[in-house]
Nanobody, 114 residues
């Protein structure tokens, strides 16, 4: 399985980014998926997840600002991030929400700074 995250970049506080993750080598539609992030010196954390029936769950700090979605046909996971804050800066990864994780991909770096 390969997880190819992209879409990160540099934005100012209040800006937006849309992250994408292409999932290769597995039956994507049967897995609950999530977006994780890891900031320097901190542990990786789950910030948003989506089940196979598109039920979504968000970590409190991103509720109302981030939206997770999935495209089961093209095997993509997305994260729309609005109203970005300095504390959202991290490397973002996609993976299963639970169970045995797929090998972690390289992630995509999000930098939020004025």
């Amino acid at each position: 399985v390969q997880l190819q995250a992209s879409g990160g970049g540099f934005v100012q506080p209040g800006g937006s980014l849309r992250l994408s993750c292409k999932v290769i080598g597995t039956n994507f539609r049967i897995h609950a998926m999530g977006w994780y992030r890891q900031a320097p010196g901190k542990e990786r954390e789950l910030v948003a997840s989506i089940t196979t029936d598109h039920t979504t769950i968000y970590e409190d700090s991103v509720k109302g600002r981030f939206t997770i979605s999935r495209d089961n046909v093209w095997r993509y996971l997305y994260l729309q991030m609005n109203s970005l804050r300095v504390e959202d800066a991290a490397v973002y990864y996609c993976n299963r929400r639970e169970g045995n994780m797929f090998p972690w991909g390289q992630g995509t770096l999000v930098t939020v700074s004025s």
